[in-house]
C-alpha cells in the first residue's frame, strides 16, 4: 500500500525560504505530485518528479530521493499568496493515475 | 480552456436526505474521478472512470453511494441517505489519459456537503 508523512503545520515568514518535507512508501514508484490548495478552492497542480533530483519553476522547486522515500517542496521568497496547503501525492499500485494524497501541510506565511 | 465544472458548489441536507452532485470533466479527458476530502485531510478517491467505465470503484460505499458516466462525459454521484459522516468535500477531477505516469489531474472547484 501507499503511506505518505508530511508536516502538518509551518510558518513562514514573508521574503523567506521555506522548505516542505514529504516521506512516502509505494510499491512500485510511479513518480511524485506536488499540489497547492488555497482554503476553500481546488488542489492545483505544483511539480511532477520521476527523477532523483531538483527540477526548479519560478520560485518553486521540487526534490526527489527515490533510494530515500524523500520529497521536498522549496517555496523561496515568499508571498503572502502562498498560504495554503501543500499536497504530497503519489500514484496508487494499480499504477494507473489514481492518486494517493498526503493529509497536507498547511502553510502559513506571516510579514 | 474551461476547467472542470462541478454543481452544487454548495448544498446542506438533514440526514437519511438524498443529494447528488454533477461534474463536467475537461474536454478531451477521458478520465475522470471522484474524490472526498475531509476537513484537515488529503483527498480520497472514491472512484475513477474510464469513459463510462468504472475501473476502480473499490473506495466507493456502495450500500450508499452510487455514480455514473453516461456517454463517457458528465457524471453524478449520488448519496442516498446521507448520513453526519458524509459532510466533505468532493472534488471531481479529469486527466487526458489513464495508465500513463505524470498524467496532471485537474480538479473541479468542489461540492461542499454538510449532513445535519
Known amino acids: 500500500g501507499q503511506n505518505i508523512d508530511q508536516p502538518t503545520e509551518m510558518t513562514a515568514t514573508e521574503g523567506a525560504i521555506v522548505q516542505i518535507n514529504c516521506t512516502y512508501q509505494t510499491s512500485g514508484f510511479n513518480g511524485l505530485f506536488w499540489y497547492q490548495q488555497h482554503a476553500g478552492e481546488a488542489p492545483t497542480f505544483l511539480s511532477y518528479?520521476?527523477?532523483?533530483g531538483l527540477e526548479e519553476k519560478g520560485r518553486f522547486s521540487s526534490f526527489l530521493s527515490r533510494s530515500k522515500g524523500y520529497s521536498y517542496l522549496l517555496l523561496k521568497e515568499l508571498q503572502m499568496k502562498d498560504s495554503a496547503s501543500y499536497l504530497c501525492a503519489v500514484p496508487d499500485q494499480t499504477g494507473a493515475n489514481n492518486l494517493f494524497f498526503g493529509t497536507g501541510t498547511r502553510l502559513t506565511v506571516i510579514p | 480552456e474551461a476547467g472542470v465544472v462541478q454543481s452544487p458548489r454548495y448544498k446542506i441536507i438533514e440526514k437519511k436526505q438524498p443529494v447528488a452532485f454533477w461534474c463536467n470533466p475537461i474536454?478531451?479527458?477521458?478520465?475522470l474521478y471522484w474524490y472526498r476530502q475531509n476537513l484537515g485531510q488529503g483527498p480520497e478517491l472514491l472512484i475513477r472512470?474510464?469513459?463510462?467505465?468504472?475501473?476502480?470503484d473499490s473506495q466507493l460505499p456502495k450500500d450508499r453511494f452510487s455514480a455514473e458516466r453516461l456517454k463517457g462525459v458528465d457524471s453524478t454521484l449520488k448519496i442516498q441517505p446521507a448520513e453526519l459522516g458524509d459532510s466533505a468535500v468532493y472534488l471531481c477531477?479529469?486527466?487526458?489519459?489513464?495508465?500513463?505516469?505524470?498524467?496532471?489531474?485537474?480538479f473541479g472547484e468542489g461540492s461542499w456537503l454538510t449532513v445535519v
Open positions: 477531477a479529469s486527466s487526458p489519459r489513464d495508465g500513463i505516469s505524470g498524467n496532471t489531474i485537474y
Open positions: 472512470y474510464e469513459n463510462e467505465e468504472a475501473v476502480d
Open positions: 518528479n520521476v527523477l532523483d
Open positions: 474536454s478531451g479527458h477521458n478520465t
